[in-house]
């Protein structure tokens, strides 16, 4: 059975940091995301790593602040994130692929993600 769980996320003020983990288990995937859905918004991509190789990819809006990591060894996903804002308030999901894809491009589609967690809440106060 496939599994994606989330944890770390948090109530934090402006200017601080959290640090989102996923663990995987049930099947072993090309690449996994994190994506975030604030209230009344459409679901926003946010970073993106292939497992072998490590390969990233960061939305402009989190580049620089946001960094995606992997540990193979624990078959973890983690999101770094610092410098936050209140406008990275959502719920912050782990995304799994099974397949490869050609380009970055693609892999800030949500709907090419065949597996997601339940969502961890990320509240950043002003």
């Known amino acids: 059975q496939v599994q994606l769980v989330e944890s770390g996320g948090g109530l934090v003020q402006a200017g601080g940091s959290l640090r989102l983990s996923c663990a995987v288990s049930?099947?072993?995937?090309?690449?996994m995301g994190w994506f975030r859905q604030a209230p009344g918004k459409a679901r926003e991509f946010v970073a993106h790593?292939?497992?072998?190789?490590?390969?990233?990819y960061h939305a402009d809006s989190v580049k620089g602040r946001f960094t995606i990591s992997r540990d193979n060894t624990k078959n973890t996903v983690v999101l770094q994130m610092n410098s936050l804002k209140p406008e990275d308030t959502a719920v912050y999901y782990c995304?799994?692929?099974?397949?490869?894809?050609?380009?970055?491009?693609?892999?800030?589609?949500?709907?090419?993600?065949?597996?997601w967690g339940q969502g961890t809440q990320v509240t950043v106060s002003s």
């Open positions: 049930g099947r072993s995937f090309s690449s």
């Open positions: 995304a799994a692929i099974v397949g490869y894809y050609s380009s970055p491009y693609y892999y800030t589609r949500d709907d090419l993600y065949d597996y």
């Open positions: 790593i292939v497992w072998s190789g490590g390969r990233t």
